[in-house]
């Protein structure tokens, strides 16, 4: 590859720019990554600027050459040791692997207190009801926690002053998700009608510019007479729990006297397709069904998912109390699923969970510094009676009650800094010094925050805990990257010949 043609992708950046000249102190990034794979594959990486960099041959020519620079120092004295690599040492510049010796690019800045104005979106969850007919047997909804037993219903006060609420704290260009929840939330199918009539005949004339949309999450074995036209004329989407085929799904999911849920729950997902209406698929991997992941992503395709998602199991309900630990599935065989699933193609990445969340992660300069919108007030989740949480599997536990909707109790922002501070990837003993943190983030924060002072953790939970939050999460980074890198080698490759472009398929071999 000629210098002209690096120089136009590494663009106006000084820093880049200066490294290209040949009396510039040269140093391997300290925010390398480094990436093997196969017999002789390699993906490098800057992880504070992610232009990840795939080798496809030459692996230890690569290690060779990066060793050289610190000893180096110039691109005078690199070329005299490697005349024919000064593409090679462009392309590690363009990729941000090799820098001026005297640049660092830092880690994010601190922030002190988090911000409340200037909010784009929101994703409101109200419990429609907090019972169920179904009987799970890893229900998440604490006894106590959702007051199971009481058959407790949402009024419409409730639900108006929670969208009137959200609605208010938005930017004029803002848009609000209502999720109706639970419990199982067709239990209470004419409130739900009651709200969307009033989002649309009362507040989006008076919120002119803000957008809402409506959401159900359901286990879909009920269906009303008319909630197809309803979904129809206001565009609902759903999501839904499929743990496998019939076997396994029922083994998991079945209803409340243990009888068969899953032909009612597959009979209403065909009801949608038909009416061409979205459901995405999701199912909770536990030990019941961690060796049918693959099986079970066709299985959603087959019966017309939109999507497929895979969630780990949470060992925590919402009342704090630990679920039968033989439920806890293997982190490892979550993996080997995973990455069968991801690389057969069963599913393009946009479509199957948590590939088509975490690669927007995947880009230059993109950092974050927890795990999700919790902490941001951004998912507020309100009870029947109109209490607050950030988070559904919060629901119940004090230290996390952000106020009331139906008073000025709500919201309680000290609780959500508590917890930004608590999960920031930079104040954590088991963060702050690890390459993924501002890609993964800390993970999904759930297990962090359940096992704080929680002293019935058992070793083994914690394991499985940590397993999923590092391991899990770094392996679908992992894949992820090698993908990015190919993808950007193959475009390289497009408009350059393979000796030219050999500094990052045959590592200056060829």
Known sequence: MNKSGVLDRIGDDPILRRATKKDTRLSVTENIMMLERGRDELLLANYLDLRPLYINKG????????????????????????????????????????????????????????????????????????????????????TESYQ???DLMMSKEVAFRSVDRCLESLNPDGWLEVIFFGGEPLLNWPLAKQTVLYCEEALKERHAGKKIKYHFTSNLSILPDDLIEWATRYDFTFLCDVDGPKEI????????????????TVKNIDRLNKAELPVFLRSTVTSLNHDHLPEISKYHKEIGGKTSAFVPLNPFNSDEDILDE????????????????????????????????????????????QGCGA??????????????????????????YMGNIMDESYPDRSVLQRMYDFLHVDHREDCKECAWRYICSGACPLGRLMLWNNPAASERVRNYCNEIKCDYTRKIFELLLWERGKQAAATLLEGDNCRDAGCFTDAGIS
């Open 326 to 369: 033989r439920l806890l599935p293997s982190p490892q065989k979550i993996i080997e699923g995973m990455t069968e699933i991801y690389t057969s193609r069963i599913w393009n990445e946009a479509e199957l969970y948590p590939f088509n969340t975490y690669r927007s992660r995947l880009m230059p300069g993109a950092r974050t510094v």
């Open 375 to 400: 902490p941001h007030g951004n998912t507020p989740v309100v009870t029947v009676n109109g209490d607050v949480y950030p988070c559904i599997y919060l629901v119940g536990i004090s230290r996390f």
């Open 59 to 142: 692996r230890d020519y690569i290690r060779n050459f990066l060793g050289t620079v610190p000893e180096l120092e110039t691109r005078k004295k690199i070329s005299k040791r490697f005349p024919d690599d000064a593409g090679l040492l462009d392309m590690l510049i363009q990729h941000g692997i090799i820098v001026p010796r005297d640049f660092t690019r830092n880690a994010i800045p601190e922030t002190p207190q988090l911000s409340f104005d200037n909010i784009k979106g929101m994703s409101l969850y109200l419990l429609l009801s907090q019972s169920c007919n179904m009987g799970c047997v890893y229900c998440l909804n604490g």
């Open 249 to 264: 799904h029922d083994r998991c999911r079945p209803f409340k006297d243990g009888t068969s849920s899953h032909d009612a």
């Open 148 to 150: 199971k037993g009481k």
